[in-house]
T-cell receptor, first 115, second 117 residues
């Protein structure tokens, strides 16, 4: 079975500082990996996805993530945090074995950005 | 450009009452699913469907029923609501199947917040 671990339920940064949100996965086959963002009282929006092409993936709003097979990691980064980045972030892995789009999500990391 | 539409957005029920959360998508997606979101638990899959007439259980199916009579609609039914079903529910859809070009990306609705007293 697939699983996703997000280290840290809350991460606090200052505006302008580096954002690093950690995600590790377990999968018996090469995975598809996703980062979603959820703003307060809204649904989930796709930030970026890894689909076995380039290992460094660029997404919306200046975020990027690097797939590292040897570390089974897919950490999300942004060089300079903005107040508008405050939200909850979810890492997810796609279950290729099922042949369909069943995603397994991590428990989420709340990003807090202070002035 | 509606995407995935969920109704109602908010609902309060008493224990034992029944209700249906509606979900509709206009993207001709084969795959539809329901997740529940609880604090500190992330999103957990309740039920999913890979096409009209085909449904299956996810991680937390107990207390919920689904059916898929059309490609567009995937309602979630609570037959006898319990306080443990207080949660935010998300419907999501995808093209389905790992065909060329399909990565499994899910498209989400805005959510339905349910409180069971």
């Amino acid at each position: 079975a697939q699983s996703v671990t997000q280290l840290g339920s809350h991460v606090s940064v200052s505006e302008g500082a580096l954002v690093l949100l950690r995600c590790n996965y377990s999968s018996s086959v090469p995975p598809y990996l996703f980062w979603y963002v959820q703003y307060p009282n809204q649904g989930l929006q796709l930030l970026l996805k890894y689909t076995s092409a380039a290992t460094l993936v660029k997404g919306i709003n200046g975020f990027e993530a690097e797939f590292k097979k040897s570390e089974t990691s897919f950490h999300l980064t942004k060089p300079s945090a903005h107040m508008s980045d405050a939200a909850e972030y979810f890492c997810a892995v796609s279950d290729l074995n099922s042949g369909y789009s069943t995603l397994t999500f991590g428990k989420g990391t709340m990003l807090l950005v202070s002035p | 450009n509606a995407g995935v539409t969920q109704t109602p957005k908010f609902q309060v029920l008493k224990t034992g009452q029944s209700m249906t959360l509606q979900c509709a998508q206009d993207m001709n997606h084969e795959y539809m699913s329901w997740y529940r979101q609880d604090p500190g638990m992330g999103l957990r899959l309740i039920h999913y469907s890979v096409g009209a007439g085909i449904t299956d259980q996810g991680e937390v199916p107990n207390g919920y029923n689904v059916s898929r009579s059309t490609t567009e609609d995937f309602p979630l039914r609570l037959l006898s609501a319990a306080p443990s079903q207080t949660s935010v529910y998300f419907c999501a859809s995808s093209y389905g199947g790992h065909r060329l070009g399909n990565t499994g990306e899910l498209f989400f609705g805005e959510g339905s917040r349910l409180t069971v007293l």
